[in-house]
């Protein structure tokens, strides 16, 4: 395949904790590492996971003008944890401008600092990585199914650049370099869409 090349195979460098509480607010296409990068690189830090397929919230829940209520679960989530002192990681696609607004602004209420990490990835390497994490149990420990088209295309559509204008303290960017175990590697460099 045209874009599997032998230097997308690295280990991330470490991402650092800055503040003793905040908000990180993922930002990439599904496929684009976002998951991974938060069980390798910040849950042993020990930042909290809110995720919108985890916790089986619909994507326009986050992403219509809804304001602070119960209704949004993945905020009510990230509200407990803040009030119980944790920092706390929001693993969604957060495309656009208007809905990180929500979280910048939740993270403003609670006064800690929100910093965000945008996931750089290509529509066709997130296709293949969605297909190789949902066809090969070894490599999907979420259980996760194969998503629809519409799951990249959309975000494709609405996704606009994170600026530090919306109120972050940093913006880092985390370009996809594949990770795993030999085998793995295997696996990932085959053909599966």
């Known amino acids: 395949m045209f874009w599997i090349v032998?230097?997308?195979?690295?280990?991330?460098?470490?991402?650092?904790?800055?503040?003793?509480?905040?908000?990180?607010?993922f930002v990439g296409s599904p496929g684009a590492g976002k998951s991974t990068f938060y069980w390798k690189q910040l849950e042993p830090l020990s930042y909290a996971r809110v995720n919108q397929d985890i916790l089986k919230t619909s994507p326009a829940m986050i992403e219509d003008n809804l304001t602070f209520d119960e209704r949004d679960r993945c905020i009510k989530v990230a509200v407990e944890l803040l009030g119980e002192g944790k920092s706390v990681v929001v693993d969604n696609t957060n495309a656009d401008r208007e809905v990180r607004s929500k979280w910048v602004a939740l993270a403003a209420?609670?006064?800690?600092?929100?910093?965000?990490?945008?996931?750089l990835a290509g529509a066709q390497i997130c296709e293949h990585n969605d297909a190789v994490r949902a066809l090969?149990?070894?490599m999907n420990p979420e259980n996760r199914s194969i998503l629809p088209k519409l799951?990249?295309?959309?975000?494709?559509?609405?996704?606009?650049?994170?600026?530090?204008?919306?109120?972050?303290?940093?913006?880092?960017?985390?370009?996809?370099?594949?990770?795993?175990?030999?085998?793995?590697?295997?696996?990932?460099?085959?053909?599966?869409?």
């Open 136 to 138: 090969n149990g070894t």
């Open 6 to 25: 032998a230097d997308t195979v690295s280990v991330t460098g470490k991402y650092e904790r800055k503040n003793p509480q905040d908000v990180i607010l």
């Open 109 to 119: 209420k609670h006064s800690v600092p929100i910093r965000c990490v945008h996931f």
């Open 151 to 193: 799951a990249f295309t959309g975000f494709s559509s609405r996704y606009q650049k994170p600026e530090m204008t919306e109120g972050f303290q940093d913006i880092t960017e985390v370009p996809f370099k594949f990770e795993g175990s030999e085998a793995q590697r295997e696996i990932w460099t085959q053909h599966w869409i």
